[in-house]
């Protein structure tokens, strides 16, 4: 699993938009605006960091992100030189002059020789995590009409507010009304019956599924009886462990069905789904 990537020659333009599920993308184009040039860096979203203001000239462009780890800053930056400009060592000095003491460049690339082949480079710290945001409504579930009276009722608009103690106080009023309209507007979930994901599971039966994998491995290597049945042994455990846990997600789900719209109907919406005429393929 890549934490960041670092990308050189990007060629892109101000109207390419590009996102990948739990990162995000930072982008350098070339000042002229059309697709040549450029470079992007991409980072996890769990990771902290700090987007570097972009440094963009027609020799260089550059996107960087600071790190901080538990003791120092990083700095890392995605970096591309057109080969067609002669660069001087001053060109290089402001570049570097904004990277700071501690950073890792990737690429400069500065003649025609460059094939593009990948690096990876593997750093051993001890970066900040944040916690991922939790969104307090849903865009197909959300009663928006519940959610404009209520923040309409609840917000008072005479106040007067001259000192900076007010504008906090009402700062944290106004937060507070619009997380209460959004969790009164939007309808609890509970479990949706389905079978969970892998990356749902909890801690525990990660861990044995890390386990088989690594058992399964040494069967695979030694080829010995011992080793199958440790293998078989393991895996008929975590099975078990899987089919009790979806089976009482189920139950969980059944036992929250309701015909009230305060569970966005789910029980109507579980029987529609049974009544459906089931697609059958027959294998020749």
Same mark, same amino acid.
């Given at each position: 699993m890549i934490d960041i990537a670092l990308i050189?020659?990007?060629r892109f333009t101000p109207k390419t938009h590009i996102n990948f599920? !739990?990162?995000?993308?930072?982008t350098t184009n070339h000042p002229i605006g059309n697709s040549h040039g450029g470079t992007a860096a991409i980072i996890k979203n769990n990771i902290k960091h700090y987007p570097i203001e972009e440094y963009r000239t027609e020799k260089i462009q550059a996107t960087s992100i600071k790190l901080v780890d538990s003791k120092l800053e990083t700095i890392f930056s995605a970096v591309y030189c057109p080969p067609k400009h002669t660069i001087s060592a001053n060109d290089f000095a402001k570049y570097?002059?904004?990277?700071? !003491?501690?950073f890792i460049c990737a690429e400069l690339r500065i003649d025609l020789t460059s094939d593009h082949t990948?690096?990876?480079?593997?750093?051993t710290t001890t970066v900040n995590l944040v916690a991922p945001l939790l969104r307090i409504y849903n865009s197909n579930t959300t009663d928006w009409t519940i959610y404009k009276n209520k923040i309409t009722t609840e917000t008072e608009l005479k106040?007067? =507010?001259n000192t900076i103690e007010k504008i906090e106080r009402q700062l944290e009023q106004l937060n507070m009304t619009i997380h209460i309209a959004a969790n009164s507007a939007t309808p609890k979930r509970t479990g949706n019956g389905q079978?969970?994901?892998? !990356?749902?599971?909890?801690?525990? =039966?990660?861990?044995? =599924?890390?386990?088989?994998?690594?058992l399964?491995? =040494?069967w695979h290597t030694t080829g010995y009886p011992s080793?199958?049945?440790?293998? !078989?042994?393991?895996s008929n455990e975590l099975k078990a462990l899987i089919s009790t846990l979806e089976n009482d997600n189920i139950q969980h789900y059944l036992s929250n069905l309701d015909p009230t719209r305060d569970t966005n109907y789910s029980l109507w919406k579980a029987t529609k789904n049974l009544k459906r005429p089931k697609n059958h393929i027959t294998y020749q």
């Amino acid at each position: 699993m890549i934490d960041i990537a670092l990308i050189s020659e990007t060629r892109f333009t101000p109207k390419t938009h590009i996102n990948f599920n !739990n990162y995000t993308v930072y982008t350098t184009n070339h000042p002229i605006g059309n697709s040549h040039g450029g470079t992007a860096a991409i980072i996890k979203n769990n990771i902290k960091h700090y987007p570097i203001e972009e440094y963009r000239t027609e020799k260089i462009q550059a996107t960087s992100i600071k790190l901080v780890d538990s003791k120092l800053e990083t700095i890392f930056s995605a970096v591309y030189c057109p080969p067609k400009h002669t660069i001087s060592a001053n060109d290089f000095a402001k570049y570097f002059s904004t990277l700071g !003491n501690r950073f890792i460049c990737a690429e400069l690339r500065i003649d025609l020789t460059s094939d593009h082949t990948p690096v990876i480079l593997n750093v051993t710290t001890t970066v900040n995590l944040v916690a991922p945001l939790l969104r307090i409504y849903n865009s197909n579930t959300t009663d928006w009409t519940i959610y404009k009276n209520k923040i309409t009722t609840e917000t008072e608009l005479k106040t007067k =507010i001259n000192t900076i103690e007010k504008i906090e106080r009402q700062l944290e009023q106004l937060n507070m009304t619009i997380h209460i309209a959004a969790n009164s507007a939007t309808p609890k979930r509970t479990g949706n019956g389905q079978p969970l994901k892998h !990356n749902s599971y909890p801690k525990d =039966i990660k861990e044995k =599924i890390q386990e088989r994998r690594r058992l399964r491995k =040494i069967w695979h290597t030694t080829g010995y009886p011992s080793d199958k049945t440790a293998f !078989n042994r393991h895996s008929n455990e975590l099975k078990a462990l899987i089919s009790t846990l979806e089976n009482d997600n189920i139950q969980h789900y059944l036992s929250n069905l309701d015909p009230t719209r305060d569970t966005n109907y789910s029980l109507w919406k579980a029987t529609k789904n049974l009544k459906r005429p089931k697609n059958h393929i027959t294998y020749q």
